[in-house]
């Protein structure tokens, strides 16, 4: 490390050019060849990827996203039958329908929209179906409908809209969100040093790493399965360990500077707390990496996305970062240090704290193990699973959306699963349609359903759907219980007595979600993002 600290440091301007030219050709490239994210997070193998295998192929028209928008009345006009009501919502879904990249919308004024109203006549949802999964959406699309539905909003009447496409479109940016945290971080560095260019030191590696890794992450797309929010992953862990791994060195090499050291000061930091870089880099990218033995290939994308940028942040860390040191010479200490000259590094606090824990080891370890088996405590309680749009800010017109369906038509109405079933077996002995409908028995008569229908068939399909609604919200662990209950036990009844394969999709049935939060009764099995 003494030997790169010295290279560094001769050839410090060279190394900033080297580091600006490796982010504008990064950066070019990613632009040039733009990005190919994969947003398949189904679990190959599972009953519910082979349900929504099954729903893909047979339900080409459910293959896009679909949406929802949700009105409810209250005080005057009294219901959502109200003329006033359905021709100023009527006009807007007409208008939602001509839009771009939708294609379809299903209200609750038609033939077939009754159960499309609440019990109490309050509240009413239409689906918008789109032709691309939310991912896939160009953003100006999804937020028109946004624009559009919002627009018929007038005293008494509240609409909102929920689904994961809307989600996806109201996302605060990545940089907002990280915006954040390097403010937050330059307060903390600054009163650490008293120094503005300290405290700039390790902003700047960071978000050189970051920026470099995310281009090549970028490239790296299409050659490997990456979800879009990978590179998000990737930038907050390199973030993290880039602001470290400076601190690591710009601390070592500031207390040589006081201690007199010149330029050794650099190769002392470089070599120990550069190797100690070294040495954590390569922990961090061999444990990301171990996400490969899951065998999950949604999971192994993020593992590349994040280990490429922790090596990047390593690799600035022993080069640029020397080299900029080297360019700033004594100006990264205060002005204070400066005029003080040559003073030995003390710190009696941490010394007396120290001197505390020589002599007291034994004790200090016990009441760190109490502390920390203490902390751990609620762990035993925690319940693995995965979020809906419940969790969205309160004042999100997600949220919004998902409270009026909860209250209108029951919580479980946000997270409705679908019971697949296949009559193409050899041996089935029942016609598709009979065969539903046992399914769709079997299932009503299972504690915890608060309903379950079978959809209309296509014409020659051999598939047909039983959408099952819960009674009890998506996220809760009745419906958790629920799910167990249906695959354990209904699924190999009415198998046996129909000869077809049935199949649990949607909402919550395996680890990752693979329904929209917000779907009301849908045939769509679409995957959503992990949260």
């Excluded at 293959?63 to 003329?83: E, I, K, L």
Aim: net charge positive.
């Amino acid at each position: 490390m003494s030997a790169l600290a010295r290279w560094c440091h001769r050839h410090r301007v060279a190394v900033l050019l080297l580091w600006l030219a490796a982010l504008v050709a990064l950066t070019g490239a990613s632009q040039l060849a733009g990005s190919a994210y994969n947003n398949d997070y189904s679990l190959p193998g599972t009953q519910s990827a082979q349900a929504t295998a099954l729903l893909q192929q047979n339900f080409p028209t459910r293959a896009g996203d679909t949406d929802t928008v949700v009105w409810h009345v209250s005080g005057t006009p009294a219901t959502v039958r109200d003329p006033a009501v359905v021709a100023r919502m009527g006009a807007v879904l007409d208008r939602i329908s001509r839009m771009p990249s939708v294609t379809g919308v299903a209200g609750p004024y038609g033939a077939q929209g009754a159960a499309q109203i609440s019990q109490d006549a309050q509240t009413a949802y239409a689906r918008v179906s789109f032709d691309r999964q939310a991912a896939q959406l160009p953003k100006s699309d999804v937020l028109a409908v946004i624009r559009a539905a919002q627009s018929a909003r007038q005293p008494g009447l509240q609409v909102d809209l929920g689904g994961g496409a809307v989600e996806e479109a109201q996302q605060n940016p990545l940089s907002n969100a990280a915006l954040v945290g390097v403010v937050a971080a330059a307060v903390v560095l600054f009163l650490a040093f008293g120094s503005l260019l300290t405290m700039v030191l390790p902003i700047v590696l960071g978000v050189a790493a970051v920026g470099a890794a995310l281009a090549t992450v970028t490239l790296l797309s299409h050659a490997v399965s990456i979800g879009d929010f990978g590179p998000t992953l990737g930038a907050l862990i390199g973030l993290g360990v880039g602001i470290d791994y400076a601190l690591f060195v710009v601390t070592r090499h500031r207390s040589g500077l006081r201690a007199g050291m010149g330029t050794e000061a650099l190769v002392t930091a470089m070599n120990s707390s550069g190797r100690a870089v070294l040495f954590a880099g390569a922990t961090v990218t061999v444990a990301l990496l171990g996400m490969f033995s899951l065998g999950q290939t949604f999971l192994d994308g993020l593992a590349v996305a994040a280990a490429v940028t922790v090596l990047f942040t390593v690799v600035a860390a022993v080069t640029l970062l020397p080299a900029l040191l080297s360019l700033l010479g004594r100006r990264v200490l205060g002005r204070r240090e400066r005029r003080a000259g040559s003073t030995p590094e003390t710190n009696p606090g941490w010394a007396r704290w120290a001197a505390v824990v020589e002599r007291r080891p034994r004790a200090l370890a016990l009441v760190a193990v109490v502390v920390m088996a203490a902390l751990a405590v609620p762990l035993g309680a925690i319940r693995m699973g995965i979020t809906d749009q419940g969790n969205d800010p309160a004042s999100s017109t997600t949220r919004q959306a998902y409270d009026l369906l909860s209250r209108g038509f029951g919580p479980g109405f946000d997270g409705p699963v679908q019971l697949v079933v296949d009559a193409r077996r050899p041996d089935g002995r029942a016609a598709l349609d009979t065969a539903l409908d046992t399914v769709a028995g079997a299932a009503r008569a299972t504690p915890g359903v608060a309903s379950a229908t079978a959809l209309p068939l296509r014409p020659g399909s051999a598939v047909g759907v039983v959408q099952v609604i819960p009674t009890t919200a998506p996220q809760s662990a009745q419906t958790s219980d629920l799910l167990h209950r249906l695959r354990t036990v209904t699924e190999p009844q009415v198998e046996r007595s129909t000869g077809t394969d049935v199949h649990l999709g949607g909402y919550g049935t395996t680890d990752v979600p693979s329904t929209p939060a917000s779907g009301p009764p849908d045939a769509s099995s679409a995957p959503r993002r992990p949260s």
